[in-house]
C-alpha cells in the first residue's frame, strides 16, 4: 500500500510542503485608460459606480458636491467615512454616478464603492475598511407584497359583519 508522500500521484506534492509561505499581495490596482480605479457599491435598491485617482481631494457625485447631492449630515458623513479612515481624503479625487433609490441607500451604495475602489487602489488599506465595517455589504431589502395582504405584512381590516 503506498503511503501518504510526495510519491502518490493523487496528492499534490506543494499541499505536502509545509514550508512554503504566500507573500502578501501588496500591488496597487491597475488603473484603466484614463487613470481611474473602479469600485461598485449597492444598498436597496441603488448603484453606485465609483472611479478614484490620485488627485486634490475632490469627491462629486453625479456632477454635484457631496453637500449639494446629499442635505443631511449623515449622509454626508457615510460617504467620507472610508475615505476618513484610510487617512486619504486630500490625496484622491473621487467620481461616482449614483442611481435608484432614496437618499440613505445612495448614501451606503457610496460608502460601499468608495471603500472597494480604496481597497483596490491600495490593498495595504484592507484591515482599516475591513474593521471599520466598510467592506461589508448590507444586504437588507424591501420585504415584498403578499398575496391578500395590504402590504408585506400589514392585513385589511377585520370586519367581524
Given at each position: 500500500?503506498?503511503?501518504?508522500?510526495?510519491?502518490?500521484?493523487?496528492?499534490?506534492?506543494?499541499?505536502?510542503?509545509?514550508?512554503?509561505?504566500?507573500?502578501?499581495?501588496?500591488?496597487?490596482?491597475?488603473?484603466?485608460?484614463?487613470?481611474?480605479?473602479?469600485?461598485?457599491g449597492r444598498r436597496k435598491s441603488s448603484v453606485?459606480?465609483?472611479?478614484?485617482?490620485?488627485?486634490?481631494?475632490?469627491?462629486?457625485?453625479?456632477?454635484?458636491?457631496?453637500?449639494?447631492?446629499?442635505?443631511?449630515?449623515?449622509?454626508?458623513?457615510?460617504?467620507?467615512?472610508?475615505?476618513?479612515?484610510?487617512?486619504?481624503?486630500?490625496?484622491?479625487?473621487?467620481?461616482?454616478?449614483?442611481?435608484g433609490g432614496g437618499t440613505t441607500g445612495q448614501?451606503?451604495?457610496?460608502?460601499?464603492?468608495?471603500?472597494?475602489?480604496?481597497?483596490?487602489?491600495?490593498?495595504?488599506?484592507?484591515?482599516?475598511?475591513?474593521?471599520?465595517?466598510?467592506?461589508?455589504?448590507?444586504?437588507?431589502?424591501?420585504?415584498r407584497k403578499k398575496p391578500g395582504k395590504a402590504?408585506?405584512?400589514?392585513?385589511?381590516?377585520?370586519?367581524?359583519?
Amino acid at each position: 500500500m503506498a503511503e501518504l508522500n510526495n510519491e502518490n500521484p493523487l496528492i499534490d506534492p506543494n499541499i505536502l510542503n509545509k514550508t512554503a509561505v504566500a507573500a502578501p499581495f501588496t500591488q496597487k490596482g491597475i488603473p484603466d485608460k484614463g487613470g481611474f480605479i473602479w469600485g461598485t457599491g449597492r444598498r436597496k435598491s441603488s448603484v453606485a459606480r465609483v472611479r478614484i485617482r490620485p488627485g486634490s481631494g475632490a469627491l462629486t457625485i453625479n456632477g454635484k458636491t457631496v453637500e449639494e447631492y446629499f442635505k443631511l449630515e449623515k449622509d454626508r458623513n457615510a460617504v467620507r467615512a472610508p475615505l476618513v479612515a484610510a487617512g486619504c481624503g486630500q490625496n484622491v479625487d473621487v467620481f461616482v454616478r449614483v442611481e435608484g433609490g432614496g437618499t440613505t441607500g445612495q448614501a451606503g451604495a457610496v460608502l460601499l464603492g468608495i471603500a472597494r475602489a480604496l481597497k483596490s487602489y491600495d490593498p495595504t488599506l484592507l484591515p482599516v475598511l475591513r474593521e471599520g465595517g466598510y467592506l461589508t455589504r448590507d444586504s437588507r431589502m424591501v420585504e415584498r407584497k403578499k398575496p391578500g395582504k395590504a402590504g408585506a405584512r400589514r392585513s385589511f381590516q377585520f370586519s367581524k359583519r
